[in-house]
T-cell receptor, first 113, second 116 residues
Framework: DQQVKQNSPSLSVQEGRISILNCDYT??????FLWYKKYPAEGPTFLIS?????DKNEDGRFTVFLNKSAKHLSLHIVPSQPGDSAVYFC????????????FGEGTQLTVNP | DAGVIQSPRHEVTEMGQEVTLRCKPI?????LFWYRQTMMRGLELLIY????????DSGMPEDRFSAKMPNASFSTLKIQPSEPRDSAVYFC??????????????FGPGTRLLVL
């Protein structure tokens, strides 16, 4: 049972444009969501998070939106830069899962110069 | 801070051999996690520890896998005997406790394991 799903395995965007990465979840007990970025041959690095009490969290070029009723979150990167090219993982946790994170499959973002 | 340290970075072994992966978490972090990444299953949690105690090992695939955390600064993941299907990248991550408000997990660079 895939509780966190990223339906787009890849996304290609032009430099300077907006990148939108999507994530859906099924477990209504999830209340904390994170995005990680992963470069080849490196571990995932934390990017941005959002608690379920919010619907938006912004950090520089990165904004995460949460739609609890739709069980959907998205990561917006604007403007996109070639250095943003990486695999992006969505992850979720909840009070009942404690420290346990459930990850999506990842989306490979390619930002073309 | 050096971040989470994992060793070895790469391991090639033959089927049936014992494999030991090592992890040093970030100093001060009380929670430690072992993940496995494969093409088929993505990034999956194998086991995690709080204050050196295993809390959830439901992700450990079978008895061939075992993990220990003898102290706050060291953990091992052991596969004995190893099989070709164990080939994957194994990540260790650490964080402050869940209740601390600083639960972000920080990942090590991973160990790429190939079992022939």
């Amino acid at each position: 049972d895939q509780q966190v799903k990223q339906n787009s395995p890849s996304l290609s965007v032009q430099e300077g444009r907006i990148s939108i990465l999507n994530c859906d979840y099924t477990n209504s007990m999830f209340d904390y969501f994170l995005w990680y970025k992963k470069y080849p041959a490196e571990g995932p690095t934390f990017l941005i998070s959002i608690s379920s009490i919010k619907d938006k969290n912004e950090d520089g070029r990165f904004t995460v939106f949460l739609n609890k009723s739709a069980k959907h979150l998205s990561l917006h990167i604007v403007p996109s830069q070639p250095g943003d090219s990486a695999v992006y993982f969505c992850a979720a946790s909840g009070e009942t899962s404690g420290s346990r994170l459930t990850f999506g499959e990842g989306t490979q973002l390619t930002v073309n110069p | 801070d050096a971040g989470v340290i994992q060793s070895p970075r790469h391991e090639v072994t033959e089927m049936g051999q014992e494999v030991t992966l090592r992890c040093k978490p970030i100093s001060g972090h009380n929670s430690l996690f072992w993940y496995r990444q494969t093409m088929m299953r993505g990034l999956e949690l194998l086991i995690y520890f709080n204050n050196n105690v295993p809390i959830d090992d439901s992700g450990m695939p079978e008895d061939r896998f075992s993990a220990k955390m003898p102290n706050a600064s060291f953990s091992t993941l052991k596969i004995q005997p190893s099989e070709p299907r164990d080939s994957a990248v194994y990540f260790c991550a650490s964080s402050f406790p869940w209740s601390s408000g600083e639960e972000t997990q920080y990942f090590g660079p991973g160990t790429r394991l190939l079992v022939l």
